[in-house]
Nanobody, 125 residues
Framework: QVQLVESGGGLVQAGGSLRLSCAASGGTFSSYPMGWFRQAPGQGREWVAGISWSGSSAVYADSVEGRFTISRDNAKNTVYLEMNSLKPEDTAVYYC??????????????????WGQGTQVTVSS
């Protein structure tokens, strides 16, 4: 069973940048499509970005398109989320997730079987 651990969150001013990392152990990371989600207080879990198992394909939510970049290093069993031009509305707990069931990159949290514990990102205005 794959285990996921996020890191890199913190407090940043609006317009700043952060790079989140998600390290995987167990399972076969290089075969899993990965996703990043976020959840703000009182809100549901929102899909942010997804990447194919090979890293050749990435997709983004409209709200982060052009500001965030998802990438992965299969040799290091790690997926990243580079976040630039951060806004206060980006404040949330960010989670990485692995689709261990098939090769699809999905928007729905229910399609991802493995989750990290989350890392807090706070953007001050």
């Amino acid at each position: 069973q794959v285990q996921l651990v996020e890191s890199g969150g913190g407090l940043v001013q609006a317009g700043g940048s952060l790079r989140l990392s998600c390290a995987a152990s167990g399972g076969t990371f290089s075969s899993y499509p990965m996703g990043w989600f976020r959840q703000a207080p009182g809100q549901g879990r929102e899909w942010v970005a997804g990447i194919s198992w090979s890293g050749s394909s990435a997709v983004y939510a409209d709200s982060v398109e052009g500001r965030f970049t998802i990438s992965r290093d299969n040799a290091k069993n790690t997926v990243y989320l580079e976040m630039n031009s951060l806004k206060p509305e980006d404040t949330a707990v960010y989670y990485c997730a692995a689709n261990t069931r098939d090769s699809g990159v999905y928007y729905s949290p229910s399609r991802y079987a493995a989750w990290g514990q989350g890392t807090q990102v706070t953007v001050s205005s």
